[in-house]
């Protein structure tokens, strides 16, 4: 990043819970940033005591917006985890968009 700009961060993806995993699992994605794991945005998925032999699968997106971070490079990680092994994100995507911000 240079100086004066801000960056968008966009996760999308699918949850995927296993037909062998637990009726009431449960699944959180967050973003880590530089080390620093961000409360919020968050997504919580949970599979509602639904079954079905085939599992479920859950549309998901997570963005966020930050004009603080300071000039040159960072690290951003996308933080999951949940209450089955077998539950997993499957097919997802991290944009990541630079711009130049300006405060009026």
């Known amino acids: ?24 699992s449960w699944v959180e994605i967050k973003f ?11 997504i919580n998925v949970d599979r509602f005591f639904r079954t079905d032999p085939e599992g479920q699968t859950i549309s998901v997106s997570l963005q966020h917006y930050n004009n603080t971070l ?11 985890h949940g209450n089955s ?7 997802y ?6 711009f130049n911000y300006f405060f009026f």
């Open 93 to 98: 995507s991290l944009f990541v968009q630079t």
């Open 70 to 80: 300071t000039p040159g490079n960072h690290i951003i990680e996308l933080i999951y």
């Open 85 to 91: 092994i077998y539950d997993s994100v499957r097919m």
């Open 1 to 24: 990043m240079s100086s004066g700009q801000a960056v968008h961060f966009l996760f999308v993806g699918i949850v995927r819970f296993d037909d062998s995993s637990t009726p009431n």
């Open 32 to 42: 880590r940033l530089d080390g620093v794991t961000l409360d919020y945005p968050k």
